[in-house]
């Protein structure tokens, strides 16, 4: 049992090791002490005294004075508040898709599409997209909408836009090609 223990505790105290150990230590301890950089210099905080006692809290709407000094005028253009919303004006007009239209009598309709993959058939004076677009002509390529907007100054003013024909055809070679 004696001769194990001994055997047991030479195999410990193996001296090539602890020699390499300790050169390894020596070469750690002799490499140059590199500098740390210091710190950025950190500027003081300037404090700024907001004083809005005479000023309109941004938060707040324009009051009729302040539009009228800005150079608003009344043009008599507004959204018709009391008007029913029609279903394609709870969605944004770049969203629908025309697909075709259809004529008997000679009153022409447009066939839309929503993103539900509902078809609608509008016509002349019916209402699209967001904001409060009307729709003007209807041609075998196109819808032309005025549409209503706000402007910089608490107003509105008319936009014109247009809801083009999609080519299906186009479309189905752009999904088969890969």
């Given amino acids: 049992m004696l001769l194990i223990a001994g055997m047991l505790m030479h ?40 004083n809005d006692s005479n000023l309109r809290s941004p938060f707040m709407p324009s009051t009729p004075t302040e539009v009228a000094k800005k150079g608003s005028n009344d043009n008599g253009i507004r959204p018709d508040a009391n008007r029913r919303k029609e279903p394609l004006e709870g969605f944004p007009l770049d969203s629908l898709r025309m697909m075709g239209t259809l004529e008997k009598n000679g009153k022409r309709w447009a066939v839309v599409v929503d993103t539900d993959g509902t078809v609608h058939r509008i016509s002349k004076g019916n209402y699209i997209g967001q904001h409060d677009g009307r729709v003007d002509e209807i041609t075998e390529e196109k819808m032309l909408i005025t549409e209503i907007i706000p402007d910089a100054n608490g107003g509105w003013r008319e936009r014109k836009a247009s809801l083009a024909l999609v080519d299906e055809n186009a479309m189905l070679k752009g999904k088969t090609k890969k």
């Fill in 11 to 50: 195999g410990c105290s193996n001296n090539e090791k602890r020699a390499e150990l300790e050169a390894y230590v020596k070469k750690i301890k002799s490499r140059q002490i590199k500098e740390i950089e210091p710190l950025p210099e950190v500027k003081p905080y300037e404090t700024f005294t907001y």
